[in-house]
């Protein structure tokens, strides 16, 4: 239970409840994302606690006293309880994945807990079925061609349908492209082979968790930050990136998106703002938008996520506020900042742990950064070292895109990177 003390509606504005000097947010998730929100957070004058499956071992307990650190899963009620009660005078409940115990939350707000995103969108977000029947149903929102799968014969007749080859996915859960299987054939044994690399345990039931999207023939990815305030009256879009994936894991990303014209940058930052307002009430905080560009001239919504973003590091030393500290503004009712780049060019570099598993190999390239003008490196400092394990990123700023380029292409070699 959460006491009436700890239920109040904080800061957020349509509550009408007074401003206080400090706020304090948690967060479900204490990974990097909610390391790098809780070091923005004491400028803005905002106290952070987290709860996370590895407790005082995860990222974000490295940067905020481990008082303010709950272990346990994100999917236990009882722990996200916890996390709200041990919040003294909670403000704002927020998350850093989308992979949470959702119910757990529409309880805590049928109890006058502020939580921001609401459980309502954070519902439709976490189910991609859902996410892409939301984006069908409300707005303007072009999509993939997709089909609802419940069974083998329903995914064969996706297949039919769509055609191939087909993409299969978990409804739930996925991410870095776990979660996705690529059917090439319609028959049967490649069907049960895919849907077993998905996870799925009975192959004959009929209410399978998985969908089917239509191959999209892409010319390039792009991703768009989008951010929107707790009382709806403010969206606001960060410039289109190219968000360029290596095994279904961004690797780089850059900023704002070359090979493409202006106009298409603004149709995709139009389309992204779009989509997180076609969301509604609770729609609030940083949103990263993954779009397609089809060979054939269309821009298509991948997927949204629902908290800052891989594809949104670059904002950290690129744009006038970054992601992180617009998710806070976000979230917690307070005005929300520039989306403007401060300068011309900017390249983010994903740090992967290397083949080898070791951290001395995984270091190279941000070693290789300490030495460049405009380079920074964030680490995220995380316990041990796996091989393709995100351990930190590197972000340069220039005044062209030319001028990134040396610097980008070292940091590329040693990342194993192949430059097209
Ligand atoms: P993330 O780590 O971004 O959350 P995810 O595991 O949720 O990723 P998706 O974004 O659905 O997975 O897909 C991962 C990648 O697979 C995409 O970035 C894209 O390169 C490719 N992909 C996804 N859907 C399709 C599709 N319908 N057709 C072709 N390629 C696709
Ligand atoms: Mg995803
Ligand atoms: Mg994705």
Redesign the pocket.
């Known amino acids: 239970m959460v006491s009436n003390a700890l239920a109040v509606g904080g800061n957020n504005p349509t509550a009408g409840a007074p401003k206080k000097a400090c706020l304090k947010v948690a967060c479900v998730g204490g990974g990097q994302l909610g390391r790098m929100m809780a070091l923005e957070a004491p400028r803005l004058n905002i106290q952070m606690s987290f709860l996370d499956a590895l407790g005082t071992a995860s990222p974000a307990a490295q940067v905020v006293p481990h008082s303010r650190i709950v272990q346990g899963s994100l999917q236990d009620a009882a722990k996200i309880n916890q996390l709200v009660q041990e919040t003294v005078d909670i403000d704002v409940l927020t998350v850093e994945i989308e992979h949470i115990n959702v119910q757990a939350l529409a309880a805590l707000e049928a109890q006058g807990v502020n939580v921001q995103p609401s459980s309502r969108v954070l519902g439709i977000i976490q189910d991609?079925f859902v996410q892409k029947s939301h984006f069908e149903a409300h707005g303007d929102i072009p999509l993939?061609p997709?089909a609802a799968t419940y069974s083998v014969g329903q995914i064969q007749k996706a297949a039919d349908t769509l055609g191939l080859?087909l993409?299969l996915?978990s409804r739930k859960g996925?991410?870095?492209?776990?979660?996705?299987a690529?059917l090439k054939t319609n028959e049967i044994a490649a069907i049960e082979e895919a849907l077993t690399s998905l996870g799925v345990q009975d192959t004959s039931a009929e209410d399978l968790d998985v969908y089917a999207?239509?191959?999209?023939?892409?010319s390039m990815?792009i991703a768009v930050m989008v951010v929107r305030s707790s009382d709806g009256t403010t969206t606001a879009s960060y410039p289109a990136v190219n968000?360029i994936?290596q095994d279904?894991?961004?690797r780089v990303v850059l900023a704002p998106a070359r090979n493409v014209s202006l106009s298409t940058r603004h149709v995709c930052e139009a389309l992204a703002a779009r989509a997180i307002d076609s969301l509604g009430a609770g729609a609030s905080g940083m949103f990263?938008v993954?779009l397609?560009l089809t060979k054939d001239g269309k821009v298509l919504v991948?997927?949204i996520?629902p908290r800052p973003?891989?594809t949104g590091h670059y904002t950290q030393d690129a744009c006038a506020v970054s992601q992180f500290e617009n998710h806070l503004r976000g979230v917690s009712g307070l005005p929300l900042g520039s989306t403007d780049m401060v300068v011309e060019a900017a390249a983010m570099v994903n740090v992967l742990g290397a083949h080898s598993n070791s951290m001395e190999e995984t270091i190279r390239s941000s070693d290789a950064a300490l030495s460049m003008k405009k380079a920074s490196v964030h680490w995220y400092g995380k316990e041990s070292c796996r091989k393709g394990r995100k351990m930190g990123h590197i972000n340069v700023t220039a005044n062209s895109h030319s001028e990134l380029d040396d610097d980008l292409a070292a940091l590329l070699a040693i990342e194993g990177v192949p430059v097209s």
């Open positions: 991609k993939p997709y080859p993409m996915k996925g991410y870095d492209g776990r979660g996705n690529v999207e239509g191959w999209v023939d892409f990815e968000a994936q279904s894991v961004c990263g993954e397609f991948n997927e996520a973003h891989n």
